[in-house]
């Protein structure tokens, strides 16, 4: 698609995150199976939940934009979880592992922070008022997600690694 104004690039960004989180539903499986911790792997297994509840809010935005949801090929999020799978794939110890995932599963929700802020942002600028309220949720549980993965790592599980 042609970018030529605040509301193109807006879709286009919309249109991206919305590969990101079909991707992500693709990743959060492998992690889940391959998590040794308990507490982490039922925070994966929510959170793969919650972002299928986000592919149907992003549904939502596109249909008060009217128009029809894509997606759009994301290089940065596939960028995130192909490292993350080939390092996944070197370690042998479990709590390393974890540790491994936690910081991969990190930088996926960071990516989505900064993503989703921005989305925010211009969907208040743009005056699309229920977007930026529906996409302000998913923000926030994107926070949420990131702030419980903090926790699990500070708590236990990298110390145990080290
Ligand atoms: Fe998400
Ligand atoms: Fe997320």
Redesign the pocket.
């Known amino acids: 698609m042609t970018i030529k104004t605040l509301d193109d690039l807006f879709l286009h960004t919309l249109k991206d995150v919305y590969f990101a989180e079909n991707h992500?539903t693709k990743a959060l499986p492998k992690m889940i199976r391959k998590a040794g911790d308990d507490k982490l792997r039922k925070l994966f297994e929510d959170?793969l939940e919650e972002?299928k509840g986000q592919i149907e809010r992003l549904e939502k935005v596109f249909k008060s934009l009217d128009e029809k949801p894509a997606g759009e090929e994301c290089p940065a999020i596939e960028g995130i979880t192909e490292e993350a799978e080939e390092l996944m794939g070197e370690i042998k110890d479990a709590e390393t592992l974890d540790a491994a995932m936690i910081a991969a599963a990190q930088a996926?929700?960071h990516y989505?922070i900064t993503r989703y802020g921005t989305l925010v942002t211009w969907a208040k600028q743009l005056g699309h008022d229920e977007a930026a309220k529906l996409l302000g949720e998913t923000l926030d549980q994107?926070y949420s997600?990131d702030k419980k993965l903090s926790k699990l790592a500070e708590s236990s599980l990298n110390k145990k690694a080290a």
């Open positions: 992500i959170h972002t996926v929700e989505e994107e997600a």
